[in-house]
Nanobody
Framework: QVQLVESGGDLVQPGGSLRLSCSASGSMFKINAMGWYRQALGKQRELVASITSGGSTNYADSVKGRFAISRDNAKNTVYLQMNSLKPEDTAVYYC???????????????WGQGTQVTVSS
């Protein structure tokens, strides 16, 4: 009912920047929070950053001051600007949203397919 499509992953050198985008489409009535998670090889998926429909943000300590999340509610799109990238930021980045789709009774979490970010010289 809700499809999330990410883009922007790439190979970048340490200290470089990338901007990830994620667009939501489908039969959703309302999107609540949107966010970005990442999963490095052999590790559990972790929250990177999230943003509410009102614009309040939350960041993992490891990315504070380097990453910035934003969203365009009119386009149902969330962005993640990543600066001063480090090798330890290497992971598959997943977009997530919580949305009412099909019914106003309950909202559900939806996930994108992931986009690879590799930070290496």
């Amino acid at each position: 009912q809700v499809q999330l499509v990410e883009s922007g992953g790439d190979l970048v050198q340490p200290g470089g920047s990338l901007r990830l985008s994620c667009s939501a489409s489908g039969s959703m009535f309302k999107i609540n929070a949107m966010g970005w998670y990442r999963q490095a090889l052999g590790k559990q998926r972790e929250l990177v950053a999230s943003i509410t429909s009102g614009g309040s943000t939350n960041y993992a300590d490891s990315v504070k001051g380097r990453f910035a999340i934003s969203r365009d509610n009119a386009k149902n799109t969330v962005y993640l600007q990543m600066n001063s990238l480090k090798p330890e930021d290497t992971a598959v980045y997943y977009c997530n949203c919580n949305a009412f789709a099909g019914s106003w009774l309950e909202s559900y979490d939806y996930w994108g397919q992931g986009t690879q970010v590799t930070v290496s010289s």
